[in-house]
């Protein structure tokens, strides 16, 4: 099957290695391989695998100078508004939205808190296990599922967030729960923030938006 693609890809090494008469590959222990006893299986695989990454490699690069010129333009942009007309974009977190003047098209610039968490949530941790010690004839399994999945670590290592404020939403009237809710909230800290494009459009003016997809996993 033939795909048409519209750009070129980035130069990609074909992997070979020219010694003397012969033409070796490289396996993946560094060894070197005569082409001639490798499969063709193997070989076609290989080929297809480096004609991937570079579309891949020129794509990112392509996505990589569009985020860049994206921000240069809006700076551009934000800055004749405040030098023209004494106007300014955005909210005092830096979210903003531009848009086309017949509500078709709108940029949308979201600065997003990239959160970690402090010595007092090993505090909240000790006050939820007691209350949950405590409950453990009559309480909900739900809540205690939900209190498991949030102080245990992911893959990475860190303390699953989602779970952590899913339990701050609980109503719980218990002076040890109340406490250790606290210690959680003391225990978040803004460690930086991340900036996100999002690109949005709609056929009409009633029509619901729909967004331009740039993330690969989500394509």
Known sequence: MTHQT??????IPDGLVTVGD???MHDAKGALVPVSLIKPAHLLEDDTVRKIMGFGKALSEQVAGFKAHTFEDLGDFDALLA???NLTKGGPKGNRTYSTFDGLMKV??????????????Q??????????NEWSAD???????????AFNTDKAGQINRSEIFMMLRLEIEDRRWTEAMRAVREAIRIVGSKTHIRLYFREAFDAPWQSITID????
């Open 139 to 149: 309480s909900r399994p739900e809540i205690q599922a939900l209190v498991t999945r």
């Open 108 to 121: 949308e610039i979201r600065i997003q808190d990239q959160l970690d968490f402090g010595p007092e949530l």
């Open 216 to 219: 690969l996993a989500k394509a």
């Open 83 to 85: 030098q023209e007309y």
């Open 6 to 11: 519209q750009f070129n890809p980035a130069p």
């Open 22 to 24: 012969r033409t070796y």
């Open 123 to 132: 505090t909240a941790k000790v006050l939820v296990d007691e209350c949950l």
